[in-house]
């Protein structure tokens, strides 16, 4: 399937700033996670809460672009607007959450810093990506072949919302 230019280029601006974003905020630094969580250094003064800003951020940026679309018949640079079908919270969606925070506390990465340190820190993250991919990769298996139908949401595009 071939993508505009406008939804590529769109794209890209979008992961230049997020990744300068995260950068900025040194959120590629696992150390600075790991003080945001580390909630028994209150009391010393250790605590880092810049993390909290930075997600009150993302919060209102995403508030914002999801009501966007009551503005515009279609987005810029797509045919459609994508809408989650999810409304209900699942074991899956449950268990999912957990992993990932679980991972996020003792490797101090997730997804989109992981990423984006790969360019700032490479030797200390390779191996944090590559299990990410592969476990990735297996879930998209296990949920495939398990006959569930649900489609991670990153997965769902407008050809697969036609079949």
Excluded at 21 to 38: V, W
Aim: with cysteine; charged share 15%.
């Amino acid at each position: 399937m071939r993508r505009p230019f406008a939804y590529l280029g769109a794209a890209l601006a979008a992961g230049i700033v997020f990744g300068l974003g995260l950068a900025l905020s040194r959120m590629t630094d696992p150390q600075k996670i790991k003080d945001f969580l580390d909630f028994a250094a209150i009391p010393t003064g250790g605590w880092d809460p810049s993390l909290a800003f930075v997600m009150g951020g993302g919060v209102l940026v995403a508030f914002v672009g999801l009501r966007l679309h009551r503005l515009f018949r279609r987005p810029l640079a797509a045919d459609a607007f994508q809408h989650g079908g999810r409304t209900e919270l699942d074991v899956p969606l449950v268990a999912g959450a957990a992993i990932f925070g679980v991972g996020w506390g003792l490797a101090g990465f997730c997804p989109g810093p992981a990423i984006a340190a790969l360019s700032l820190i490479p030797d200390q993250v390779w191996l944090f990506v590559a299990a990410m991919v592969a476990g990735s990769w297996i879930a998209g298996e296990v949920m495939e072949r398990g006959g569930s139908g649900a489609v991670p949401v990153g997965l769902r595009t407008a050809d697969a919302a036609a079949e």
